[in-house]
Nanobody, 121 residues
């Protein structure tokens, strides 16, 4: 019913920048919080950044000052601008969205398929 498609990952040198995008499509009445998580090999998935429909943001301490999350509510799209990338930022990045399918329905969390970000030293 709902699909999230990420794009923008890739290989970048340390100190470089990447911009990730995630577009939600399908039967969507509204989207509450949208966010980005990442998972490095052998590690648990962790929150990178999140943004509410009203624009309130939250960031992991490890990316504060280097990453900016934003969203286009009209396009159901969330972005993650990542600057000053470090090798430790290497991970698969997943977006998620808390989606309401109906006006008075509950919100359900959907996930994208993930996009690889690799930062070389």
């Amino acid at each position: 019913q709902v699909q999230l498609v990420e794009s923008g990952g890739g290989l970048v040198q340390a100190g470089g920048s990447l911009r990730l995008s995630c577009a939600a499509s399908g039967t969507i009445f509204s989207i509450n919080t949208m966010g980005w998580y990442r998972q490095a090999p052998g590690k648990q998935r962790e929150l990178v950044a999140a943004i509410t429909s009203g624009g309130n943001t939250d960031y992991a301490d490890s990316v504060k000052g280097r990453c900016t999350i934003s969203r286009d509510n009209a396009e159901n799209t969330v972005y993650l601008q990542m600057n000053s990338l470090k090798p430790e930022d290497t991970a698969v990045y997943y977006c998620n969205a808390d989606v309401r399918l109906r006006r008075f329905g509950s919100a359900y969390r959907y996930w994208g398929q993930g996009t690889q970000v690799t930062v070389s030293s």
